[in-house]
């Protein structure tokens, strides 16, 4: 069956540059996305409580990905109209779905760490250079 470039945009390939699920995998691939998600996993969470459970993670980036999970409908802010107000943030339903395959890339990252680190280790040893 042959489709038409936005038949096939419509059905998803990430792999072409118009593609919206290349967006989307951009999104949910970013560093800071799948610790965010998997910090509020546990559920509704403010800003600055975020940004200690997310360690390394600047203001600036911090409220970036909020807003551009808030935007992708992934996570919800929620605003209480007290003193100070307070906001928090909540994964929608949608987010929640992306809890289990990001903790499949977390076990998988902390299953294989050694590996890694030993390769990485062999290739920037000063002598590789030479072979």
Same mark, same amino acid.
Do not use: N
């Given at each position: 069956m042959v489709t038409t470039p936005a038949e096939s945009v419509l059905r998803g390939s990430p792999y072409r540059a118009d593609c919206p699920s290349r967006r989307i995998l951009d999104r949910i691939g970013d560093r800071?996305?799948?610790?965010?998600?998997g910090a509020l996993g546990d559920g509704s969470v403010r800003f600055s409580?975020?940004?200690?459970?997310v360690e390394g993670v600047s203001q600036k980036m911090l409220t970036q990905t909020l807003r551009g999970l808030e935007r992708?409908?992934? &996570?919800?802010?929620? &605003?209480?109209?007290? +003193?100070? +107000?307070? &906001?928090e943030y909540t994964l929608t339903?949608?987010?929640r779905t992306l809890r289990e395959p990001l903790r499949a890339l977390e076990e998988w990252s902390i299953?294989?760490?050694?590996?890694?680190s030993a390769s990485q280790e062999d290739y920037d040893r000063p002598d590789r250079a030479s072979s």
């Amino acid at each position: 069956m042959v489709t038409t470039p936005a038949e096939s945009v419509l059905r998803g390939s990430p792999y072409r540059a118009d593609c919206p699920s290349r967006r989307i995998l951009d999104r949910i691939g970013d560093r800071w996305t799948v610790l965010v998600v998997g910090a509020l996993g546990d559920g509704s969470v403010r800003f600055s409580e975020l940004r200690r459970r997310v360690e390394g993670v600047s203001q600036k980036m911090l409220t970036q990905t909020l807003r551009g999970l808030e935007r992708d409908g992934l &996570v919800r802010r929620t &605003v209480y109209p007290e +003193v100070p +107000v307070r &906001v928090e943030y909540t994964l929608t339903d949608a987010g929640r779905t992306l809890r289990e395959p990001l903790r499949a890339l977390e076990e998988w990252s902390i299953a294989h760490l050694g590996d890694v680190s030993a390769s990485q280790e062999d290739y920037d040893r000063p002598d590789r250079a030479s072979s």
